[in-house]
């Protein structure tokens, strides 16, 4: 079983450029979450799913869109990307709330 | 909303020194869970606790929940450079829901 991966590992975007940040998973788990991570404020939730189609607001929502169309799927858009979006993006899933959760290895984003 | 504070951010021991991080959600939680992430890594699960009071061991890790499931501690007996990385705890609240907060983390130093 590979986990959770995440693709790309690494990726530089210039302001108002767009991508899609893809996590999977293969253990057949429901819950899936997108977290961002800034030095000195931990792990932020983004967005998140509770099972496929469904998605819903974390914390630090604006300027992304997630969607879910395959249960082992969960993407993180940014439509238009600003510098304040530079940070490592990690994608997390569990088989439900209050199990532990099993992190991506993560994708570093910068945006000049 | 539900907030969870840990102190220190930072903490620079010597080999073979005690270290210890403190978990505060400003709502009663469901349950705690405590993260490592090595320096470049994600993080990975150690332990969750459940009960009030509840202490639990992992050879030099000692991690306790609060009587009022409101507070967490981990402790590391002599502290051994492998230790060092960020330390997470997470809480998820007790009224439902599917979100797990995070706490900014606690980042160990081990000097050897």
């Known amino acids: 079983n590979a986990g959770v991966t995440q693709t790309p590992k690494f990726r530089v975007l210039k302001t108002g450029q767009s991508m899609t940040l893809l996590c999977a998973q293969d253990?057949?788990?429901?819950?899936m979450y997108w977290y961002r991570q800034d030095p000195g404020m931990g792990l932020r939730l983004i967005h998140y799913?509770?099972?496929?189609?469904?998605?819903a607001k974390g914390e630090v929502p604006d300027g992304y869109n997630v969607s879910r169309l395959k249960k082992q799927n969960f993407l993180l858009g940014l439509e238009s990307a600003a510098p304040s979006q530079t940070s490592v993006y990690f994608c997390a899933s569990r088989l439900f709330p209050g199990t532990e959760q099993f992190f991506g290895p993560g994708t570093r984003l910068t945006v000049l | 909303g539900q907030q969870v504070m840990q102190i220190p951010q930072y903490q620079h021991v010597q080999e073979g020194e005690d270290f210890t991080t403190y978990c505060n959600s400003s709502?009663?939680?469901?349950?705690i869970q405590w993260y490592k992430q090595r320096p470049g890594g994600h993080p990975v699960f150690l332990i969750q606790?459940?009960?009030?009071?509840e202490v639990k061991k992992q050879k030099r890790l000692t991690f306790q929940f609060g009587e009022a499931k409101k507070n967490s501690s981990l402790h590391i007996t002599a502290t051994q450079t492998t230790d060092v990385g960020t330390y997470f705890c997470?809480?998820?609240?007790?009224?439902?829901?599917?979100?797990?907060?995070f706490g900014a983390g606690t980042r160990l130093f081990v000097k050897a």
């Open positions: 997470a809480g998820l609240g007790n009224t439902g829901g599917f979100k797990t907060i």
């Open positions: 709502t009663t939680l469901s349950n």
């Open positions: 606790l459940v009960k009030s009071g």
């Open positions: 799913s509770v099972g496929e189609g469904t998605t």
């Open positions: 253990m057949n788990h429901e819950y």
